[in-house]
């Protein structure tokens, strides 16, 4: 019972310290520039304990941004294989959900939850700051709650 | 028994722990205010660590697990031996340490060590950058570190001694005045030794991700962050102690002074790091060599002088 409880509060510290990895897929940096307001003092997502972090090996959730394109689709999988379980997936703008504007482009494979599993989808073209952070609270909540992403 | 309290609750483990998360959970949160925002917690330091417990572990190809998990936990050995050879009050008095500051220098060290082993190890050329670039800080700071422990070592007439305890008892008012000069030194070179933000050219996020630290996950990234909250705690406290009249007091005060001292070195802290951005390695060694070093070397020599006269 004891560990219960521990193991309890680990969880719950899952869902108050997130540290977000974020990776351009081919988009038109609209979004990019979003998520870059996000960690401003007007947005201030560290509030929430969220944290922009330099590794895929620190991360928690990976925010994924444009579709996914030849090239990009590579670099996509190696970065989330290399996050440590328990993971989440949030996919930011329109492109990343379908293509949007560059959908049945030459170099274009396809929206990003055709390769890799995504937990929340975040619209909007570009996504208002608001939204993603509500995006990665949700994304938390499932990372805290899903008893699937904790089986390893 | 006795050893184990000493070691696990108060100088050790958990003192260590938890003041140096407040230390860190307050830091981040001033520096938030400062810029006009609510910033995290105070308490999120601790919420990172525990995260970091139950996370899997994605290492290199190549690496042996023992090896991943043994060079951040040696450092977590020697600084909680560090704290116990630190003079806090009501601890100093039953206990049969000699407080040596030259020891104390020496363990403090052995986080930055592992951390050059860690990214050399790791095979990932964010990591050897980082390594390499702290390994070139480390002559510099420490240069000027030397010459502020020498300098306050000086204090206590000969025979001179490197014990903290009587660093900690020189309070007359030349004494003062010295360590009142040492001040900025001390900041400067502590600065650089936790990777503040002038000289946080090791882990620059933007440019080479987290540098040595890169490879690092699970358990052994909460190990080094275990090492980085012990290493505030500890300068905190060195600095109350080379700078506060704490063993003059009675020792509920001094502990009291202790958490003061420490709490505003990190708001001095959270002042510069608002205040200033990221330094070049080159301007760095510039700083260092043509400023810090050479008046450090000054105050040493004036100090000697005026001690000997």
């Not at chain 2, 109350?240 to 709490?263: E, W």
């Amino acid at each position: 019972m004891f560990l219960d409880a521990i193991k309890q509060f680990l969880r719950y510290s899952q869902k108050k310290s997130l540290w977000v990895f974020h990776v351009n897929t081919g988009s038109c940096n609209g979004c990019d520039i979003e998520i870059l307001a996000l960690f401003s003092s007007k947005y201030d997502a560290e509030r929430f304990g969220i944290k922009l972090v330099g590794s895929p090996k620190h991360a928690d959730i990976l925010l994924v941004t444009g579709p996914v394109t030849t090239k990009s689709r590579d670099p996509l999988l190696r970065a989330y294989d290399m996050m440590p379980k328990p993971k989440a997936v949030v996919s930011v703008g329109v492109c990343s959900l379908s293509g949007g504007v560059f959908a049945k482009s030459y170099n274009v494979l396809g929206p990003v939850d055709n390769f890799i599993p995504v937990h929340v989808y975040v619209g909007g073209c570009s996504a208002h700051p608001n939204m993603i952070l509500e995006g990665i609270l949700r994304a938390a909540q499932i990372l805290c709650e899903e008893e699937e992403l904790w089986s390893f | 028994m006795e050893f184990l309290k000493d070691l696990f609750l108060y100088p050790g483990f958990l003192f260590g722990f938890v003041l140096g998360g407040l230390l860190e959970g307050f830091k981040r949160k001033l520096k938030a205010r400062m810029q006009l925002r609510k910033g995290p917690p105070v308490t999120q330091p601790f919420y990172d660590l525990s995260k970091l417990l139950l996370k899997n572990i994605t290492k290199p190809y190549r690496i042996s697990s023992f090896t991943y998990l043994l060079i951040p936990f040696v450092p977590t050995a020697a600084l909680l031996v560090g704290l116990l050879i630190m003079p806090y009050p009501f601890y100093q008095e039953k206990s049969s340490f000699s407080f040596d500051l030259i020891l104390i220098f020496y363990l403090t060290e052995l986080p930055l060590l592992s951390q050059i082993i860690f990214g050399y190890f790791s095979n990932s050329p964010y990591g050897m950058i980082g390594a390499a670039r702290a390994g070139q800080m480390f002559f510099y700071y420490n240069g000027v570190f030397i010459m502020v422990i020498t300098t306050l070592c000086l204090l206590e007439g000969p025979p001179y001694s490197f014990c903290l305890k009587s660093i900690a008892e020189a309070w007359d008012p030349l004494d003062v005045l010295i360590k009142i000069l040492t001040i900025p030194f001390f900041v400067f070179s502590v600065l650089a030794k936790l990777k503040l933000n002038p000289f946080s050219i090791p882990d620059a996020e933007a440019e080479i991700l987290k540098g040595p630290l890169t490879e690092a996950s699970g358990v052994a990234l909460a190990l080094f962050k275990l090492n980085y909250l012990l290493e505030l705690a500890i300068f905190g406290s060195l600095f109350a102690f080379f700078y506060l009249p704490v063993l003059k007091t009675s020792p509920t005060i001094g502990l009291i002074l202790i958490l003061l001292g420490a709490f505003f070195l990190f708001f001095i802290f959270a002042l510069v790091e608002n205040a200033t951005a990221r330094l070049r390695l080159s301007q760095f060694s510039a700083l260092y060599l043509k400023f810090l070093i050479p008046l450090a070397t000054l105050i040493l020599v004036i100090t000697w002088v005026f001690k000997n006269w």
